[in-house]
């Protein structure tokens, strides 16, 4: 089970969905979060703040994992952008399941899914779960 992670509270709802499906089928959860590099950098700059956050958030959800009982790894990724990261990331590890987090978003007034999670959509090839926050 894949579980991208940026630090945000929609981060919990993914990996408590992860750890109970993981505990269930015996399965193990890889937490990643990516930093978005911009083009002006070379993709393996040294960013870091960004780097920081990262290790941070990906601390955060191994500690979250270890108190459900579950096997977590985690990884730091560095990409152009993030949904083709994902996806690399789900081929190359071979999982069944990503599941990702949402804050809900509103743009033009409208809710919006974002970028990323169209992207997972449309070119994921497991199923995604998307868990959204709730709008209060």
């Known amino acids: 089970i894949l579980v991208p992670v940026t630090g945000g509270d929609s981060d919990k709802i993914a990996l408590q969905l992860a750890c109970d499906v993981a505990r269930q089928y015996r399965a193990k959860v890889y937490a990643i979060h990516v ?7 070379p993709i393996d700059a040294e960013i870091g703040p960004e780097l920081d956050k990262g290790e941070e958030v990906l601390d955060e959800a191994e500690q979250f994992a270890r108190r459900a009982n579950v096997s977590i790894e985690s990884d730091l990724l560095q990409a152009r952008e993030v949904g083709p990261a994902i996806v690399d990331e789900a081929v190359e590890r071979s999982v069944d399941i990503v599941i990702v987090g949402l804050p809900y978003k509103r743009k033009f007034g409208e ?3 974002g970028a990323t999670a169209s992207y997972l959509l449309k070119n994921a090839p497991c199923q995604v779960w998307i868990c959204r926050e709730s709008t209060v």
Do not use: A, G, Q, Y
């Not at 930093?35 to 950098?41: A, F, H, P, S």
């Open 35 to 41: 930093i978005e590099v911009k083009r002006t950098l």
């Open 111 to 113: 809710f919006s899914l």
